[in-house]
């Protein structure tokens, strides 16, 4: 197991999911096994829904999250989210370890679909496919309203 750099897009990154500094994000930190990324997290009794359940949109966004970085710890790009199928299986216990997993299922140069499995106790309680457009500086430019951060540059595709 590699510990992947837990802030590659540098100390300003206001990421919910993986910002070290974010006030109310999930902090997460990855490692890469093999042809997969891993997080754990415990979630706090601040993201629930109902009584001692995660918020089934905040189970979603450690997804996502978890997806994302098996695009840049896996291919070293920064996909865009574009779609999200996952399937809840089992409610996701407050104050229990979440084991989060992601791998390529498919790519090419401008996507990625990535495969993802959250579980508590070795029980999947999410899986799904989520699908990330990887964009040229010129499009996340235009996607992002402004300029892409130079720490940020280095994850997107070449030009053609
Ligand atoms: C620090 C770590 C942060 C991690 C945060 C987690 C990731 C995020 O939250 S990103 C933010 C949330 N996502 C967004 O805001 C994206 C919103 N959507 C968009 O801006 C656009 O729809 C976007 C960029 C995804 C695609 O735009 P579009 O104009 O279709 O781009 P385009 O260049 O034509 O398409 C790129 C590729 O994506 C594919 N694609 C586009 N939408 C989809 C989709 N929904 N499903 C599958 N593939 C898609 C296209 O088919 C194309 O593939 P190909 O070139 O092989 O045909």
Request: hydrophobic fraction near 40%.
């Amino acid at each position: 197991m590699t510990d992947l750099d837990p802030n590659p897009f540098g100390p300003d990154q206001p990421c919910f999911g993986c910002s070290p500094d974010h006030p109310i994000g999930f902090h997460l930190r990855f490692a890469r096994e093999g042809d997969e990324v891993v997080t754990r997290f415990t979630p706090g009794p601040q993201y629930q829904g109902p009584p001692g359940i995660m918020h089934g949109g905040l189970v979603t966004t450690l997804a996502d999250e978890v997806a994302a970085w098996a695009v840049i710890g896996l291919l070293d790009r920064f996909g865009f989210t574009a779609s999200i199928q996952v399937r809840l299986h089992r409610p996701m216990r407050i104050g229990v370890e979440v084991e989060g997993r992601g791998s390529i299922l498919r790519h090419s140069s401008r996507t990625a679909t990535i495969a993802v499995r959250l579980s508590q106790g070795g029980v999947d309680a999410l899986t799904g496919e989520l699908t990330f457009a990887i964009l040229d500086q010129a499009a996340a430019e235009r996607l992002l309203g402004g300029p892409l951060p130079e720490a940020w540059r280095r994850f997107s595709r070449a030009s053609t």
